[in-house]
């Protein structure tokens, strides 16, 4: 069984610009989340999609932002870039039908903004 | 300019020895603790689970305690391996009362000496 996919592996930017990054879930798997891991700051939440529809997202601004396509593949957009969004994106995925069930993660993307 | 950057806490263990890394959760309100490894370019994988209405749990070679009255996970490897080598993350999952949201550590490097 493929594990969580996520692409690309490296991206860098320029400040200003847009990144766009993207996530395949484990198939089966209805709900993905997406995570911010700064260096020294751990994991901090970004957003949640289930079927489609936000469900819920983290402390962070409007410029951040997502979607959640047909086939549960997700894309995490990030506009008007800052020197401080460079970290890594982490995608992961879980059943949404169960109340709590361990996330699986993706190996992230690294972005790099300059 | 130099920038410096946080430094984890680490543990350093001989091979073959028994490792204990600690974790202090925040929220009285959580019922549900994870413990996720995150190996050198790659994304966190789940190790284990709890619930708070329990006080333990083992895996292969791994376990978990809980602590409610005092707010402390900890999670024991025995006869720790190179491969086991990593940085832990424990997590809760706060007054969401779900997974949706977990809140995690900043993490422990663990460093396993042959």
């Known amino acids: 069984e493929a594990g969580v996919t996520q692409s690309p592996t490296h991206l860098i930017k320029t400040r200003g610009q847009q990144a766009t990054l993207r996530c395949s879930p484990i198939?089966?798997?209805?709900?993905v989340y997406w995570y911010q891991q700064a260096l020294g700051l751990g994991l901090q939440f970004l957003l949640w999609?289930?079927?489609?529809?936000?469900?819920n997202r983290g402390n962070f601004p409007p410029r951040f932002s997502g979607r959640q396509f047909p086939n549960y593949s997700s894309e995490l957009n990030v506009n008007a870039l800052e020197l401080e969004d460079s970290a890594l994106y982490l995608c992961?995925?879980?059943?949404?039908?169960?109340?709590?069930?361990?996330?699986?993660f993706g190996n992230g993307t690294r972005l790099t903004v300059t | 300019g130099e920038s410096v950057g946080l430094h984890l806490p680490t543990l350093s263990v001989q091979e073959g020895d028994n490792s204990i890394i600690n974790c202090a959760y925040s929220n009285s309100a959580s019922d549900y603790f994870i413990w996720y490894k995150q190996e050198s370019g790659k994304g966190p994988q789940f190790i284990i689970d709890i619930r708070s209405n329990m006080d333990k749990r083992q895996g292969q070679r791994v376990t978990v305690l809980l602590n409610k009255t005092v707010k402390h996970l900890s999670l024991q490897i025995a006869a720790t391996q190179p491969g086991d080598s990593a940085v832990y993350f424990c997590a809760e999952n706060g007054d969401a009362g779900n997974n949706r949201k977990l809140i995690w550590g900043l993490g422990t490097s663990l460093a396993v000496n042959p």
């Open positions: 992961a995925s879980s059943s949404s039908g169960s109340y709590n069930s361990p996330l699986h």
């Open positions: 198939s089966g798997h209805t709900s």
């Open positions: 999609y289930d079927e489609g529809e936000e469900r």
